[in-house]
């Protein structure tokens, strides 16, 4: 697993995911084309950003499909490594995201897991729009089809 960070322009969102098909369809899904993936270890940009629809473009010249076949092949071929890469997205920097994992990892009880993740993302989030709460939903979604 690599670990990606969302270039949003209010706070950083940080995620893992096993390759860059995985890492450019949760910018698709949760920037709709406008949030840029950089990869955390080398700092290279490997999902820029799309102003008008030139996302049909570099996926094909990427991955070598058009939009709507890469989007289908990710939802049928790969939605487990997507559901899983979308549960991973949390608000913070490098720092902020390994004491979350450690802390969340010393906590047992499943409510009070949870609490500490509210509490967390107020602290850590500046901005009304929460991704990493649509991240989750979407995730969420994705592992209940059938």
Known sequence: ???????????????????????AVV?????????????????????PFFMLGENEDWTEKTFGKTMEEFLHYIH??????????????????LENRKEFFETVAMIDDP????????????RNTSSMNDIGAYAAKFAKMLREEE
């Open 1 to 23: 697993m690599k670990l990606y960070e969302l270039i949003n322009p209010s706070d950083p969102y940080l995620f893992e995911a096993p390759d860059l098909e995985i890492a």
């Open 27 to 47: 910018s698709i899904i949760l920037g709709e084309g406008k949030t840029p993936v950089e990869e955390v270890d080398s700092g290279n940009l490997v999902v």
């Open 76 to 93: 049928t071929e790969r939605k487990e490594d997507l559901a899983t890469a979308l549960e991973s997205v949390i608000v913070g920097n």
């Open 111 to 122: 409510k009070k897991k949870e609490e500490y993740k509210k509490k967390y993302i107020k």
